[in-house]
């Protein structure tokens, strides 16, 4: 219920920064409460952390995904 734009949910913590910040606009109180609570037991820090590959190992990397660009794109720009 707190995270009505969300279509499709998953226990993930890439996308745990949005989840909070949905939860701290929410019209629904419970949502804020829950938020609130997370917020004062936690500091909750987004940064762009990119990853340096070593050379030789960067085929490997592309073979385990499947050889798309998006996939290494996002894995060499983890957030």
């Known amino acids: 219920m707190?995270?009505?734009?969300i279509k499709d949910l998953k226990r993930s913590i890439?996308?745990?920064?949005q989840k909070l910040e949905t939860m701290k606009k929410s019209h629904i109180k419970e949502c804020q409460e829950i938020w609130s609570i997370f917020n004062s037991m936690f500091i909750f820090r987004v940064?762009?952390?990119p990853i340096s590959i070593p050379?030789?190992?960067?085929p490997e990397v592309k073979q385990w995904l499947g050889n798309d660009p998006n996939l290494m794109y996002q894995f060499n720009h983890q957030v």
């Open 55 to 58: 050379k030789g190992f960067i």
């Open 14 to 17: 890439d996308d745990s920064y």
């Open 47 to 49: 940064i762009d952390a």
């Open 2 to 5: 707190c995270y009505p734009e």
